[in-house]
């Protein structure tokens, strides 16, 4: 089984598509492929071609069921089980490391949005040790948020990827958050990329809301684990899909956002 992605920018996605399944092209048929995007999956199936469309992720489960299924593609199942296994830990880890503590009111905030109930982004910020004061504010999805609602939610710390930076002037200068310099900064290729390496924003986010859990959640990364045999391909064959699928998925969510 060959597995490739595809990634249609926005304005060629027809041009791609028509020359995706030219006859000329003909030795791509039956193969499989990661897709977004209605029309585009569309166009193809309706080619024979076989596709596989993902869901965006709303959880860690989400990332255990998507990892298991790449290794299934790729056929390195028992190098995915092993990663799923390695991940869960981890995350438990961190789960049980705050249980207990009081939860600072948290903002996750990029290029005037915020990441509400109903995201991955949610259970990465609730699993930390913090509330999610956007889906306080019942906030669902990944949606604009108003100045009045910062001002209102008041968040204690304020959370965004690298690519988007912390969020300046008012309403936020006012907040809690700025006024207390708690504000942390998450490396977009790790956040954004909703794969195992996800933990390591995820123990960033725990160690910044609760300090004294830093010792108990930094034993490593289902990344750092050793990589002997045949373990490298596995992880460059997920860690490619993992990425090429999430900048697909972002960009049909930046098509769709208001």
């Given at each position: 089984?060959?597995?490739?992605?595809?990634?249609?920018?926005?304005?060629?996605?027809?041009?791609?598509?028509?020359?995706?399944?030219?006859?000329?092209?003909?030795h791509i048929?039956?193969?499989?492929?990661?897709?977004?995007?209605?029309?585009?999956?569309?166009?193809?199936?309706?080619?024979?071609?076989?596709?596989?469309?993902?869901?965006?992720?709303?959880?860690?489960?989400?990332?255990?069921?998507?990892?298991?299924?790449?290794?299934?593609?790729?056929?390195?199942?028992e190098?995915?089980?092993?990663t799923?296994?390695?991940?869960?830990?981890?995350?438990?880890?961190?789960?049980?490391s705050?249980?207990?503590?009081?939860?600072?009111?948290?903002?996750?905030?990029?290029f005037?949005?915020?990441?509400?109930?109903?995201?991955?982004?949610?259970?990465?910020?609730?699993t930390?040790?913090?509330?999610?004061?956007?889906?306080?504010?019942g906030?669902?999805?990944?949606?604009?948020?108003?100045d009045?609602?910062?001002?209102?939610?008041d968040?204690?710390?304020i959370?965004?990827?690298?690519?988007?930076?912390?969020?300046?002037?008012?309403?936020?200068?006012?907040?809690?958050?700025?006024?207390?310099?708690r504000?942390?900064?998450?490396?977009?290729?790790?956040?954004?990329?909703?794969?195992?390496?996800?933990?390591?924003?995820l123990?960033?986010?725990?160690?910044?809301?609760?300090?004294?859990?830093?010792?108990?959640?930094?034993?490593?990364t289902?990344?750092?684990?050793?990589?002997?045999?045949?373990?490298?391909?596995?992880?460059?064959?997920?860690?490619?899909?993992?990425?090429?699928?999430?900048?697909?998925?972002?960009?049909?969510?930046y098509?769709?956002?208001p």
């Open positions: 089984m060959v597995l490739e992605l595809l990634a249609v920018p926005v304005g060629r996605r027809a041009q791609l598509v028509e020359e995706f399944v030219h006859p000329d092209a003909g048929r039956g193969q499989v492929r990661v897709l977004q995007g209605e029309e585009t999956l569309g166009q193809l199936r309706g080619a024979g071609l076989a596709v596989y469309q993902f869901p965006l992720e709303d959880s860690f489960e989400t990332i255990y069921t998507k990892t298991e299924l790449y290794g299934h593609f790729v056929g390195e199942c190098a995915a089980n092993e799923v296994a390695d991940t869960r830990a981890a995350v438990e880890e961190v789960r049980e705050v249980e207990g503590r009081d939860r600072p009111r948290v903002l996750y905030y990029f005037g949005f915020a990441a509400g109930d109903g995201t991955f982004i949610h259970d990465l910020v609730e930390a040790g913090g509330r999610n004061v956007a889906a306080e504010a906030v669902t999805g990944y949606v604009e948020i108003s009045e609602v910062v001002l209102e939610q968040p204690e710390w959370v965004a990827p690298s690519h988007a930076g912390l969020p300046e002037g008012e309403p936020f200068a006012s907040t809690i958050a700025v006024r207390s310099n504000t942390l900064v998450v490396d977009e290729n790790l956040v954004s990329q909703a794969g195992p390496r996800v933990v390591e924003p123990r960033a986010m725990a160690e910044a809301f609760h300090p004294d859990t830093a010792e108990r959640t930094s034993a490593g289902p990344a750092d684990a050793d990589t002997d045999g045949g373990a490298p391909l596995a992880w460059l064959l997920l860690g490619g899909v993992l990425a090429a699928a999430v900048l697909v998925a972002l960009g049909v969510f098509r769709s956002s």
